[in-house]
């Protein structure tokens, strides 16, 4: 990999397929989620971290967060959906829970499901994007307001596309909006604040940022190659804008977070940015890419 040139830019999949296309529930709030975040370490040796079992989330949703048993479990499934698993073993489980004759039975297979911890909490976060604003609701779009005249004409195109969760615009605007309370979120207790905020001192261990991989992606401009970001991230010649330290294996959060924001751009094989180009849209496989 050639240094120059790092492109990084938010994958459109979590948002597509994760994100629901409701309101999310109150309580899935930065300030429940942060507790959440405090929560699982606590219970690691319960199914909570870094793998949290379906029985454990049950818990949480169910007992702290008040949701209904049915509504955890759907996004518990929709999360698990989103990870790597061949149509064998995905239609292997189909059978199995199709076979069950009890729901005491249905809940027995369930328990044996965990998902990736520090993902799952990014995954709860981003079902903010669908987040209703009284506000806005209340004004309308064509209230002429100092935000909507100051607007470039890619943010004007992004706010006339209604549906979020295909709009790449609004994908990359929401995790730049949203950039520092994310990386809080997988700071481990002890490197936050009594108010859970970071500091300048502040170090992310490399467990987080392969979990926001999840959310990003990125290239270098010599290679056709598409790299997880903790695979960047971690690569020798960024480390000084990285943050990464050898000694420490942590990043600086201060560093991390001003590398992502000098990085980050528009999903060039996104649905609105090969529409914008005029460019017909070709999938990513096997971690090449195409557009033809």
Known sequence: MDQSGVLLWVKAEPFIVGALQVPPPSKFSLHYLRKIATYVRIRATEGAYPRLY??????????????????AWLYFEVFDSLSVRTPEKRLEWSEILSNCMSEDEVEKQRNQLSVDT????????????????????????????????????????KSNCHNKNWNDYSH????????????ELLLDPEQLTASFHSTRSSLVSQEAVVALSFLIEGSVSTARKIYPLHELALWQPLHAESGFSKI????????????LRACLTGNPFGTSACLKSGKKLAWAHQGTFEIF
């Open 54 to 71: 379906w029985s454990t989330w049950r818990h949480i949703a169910c007992g702290k967060l008040q949701l209904a048993k049915d509504l």
């Open 118 to 157: 520090l993902q799952f909490l990014l995954f709860l976060y981003i079902q903010q994007l669908n987040k209703v604003s009284l506000r806005t609701s209340l004004i309308g779009e064509e209230w002429p307001s100092p935000r909507s005249r100051s607007q470039s004409p890619d943010l004007t195109e």
């Open 172 to 183: 990359q605007a929401f995790v730049s909006d949203h950039l520092s309370d994310l990386l």
């Open 248 to 259: 420490s294996k942590t990043f600086s959060f201060y560093k991390l977070e001003a590398w």
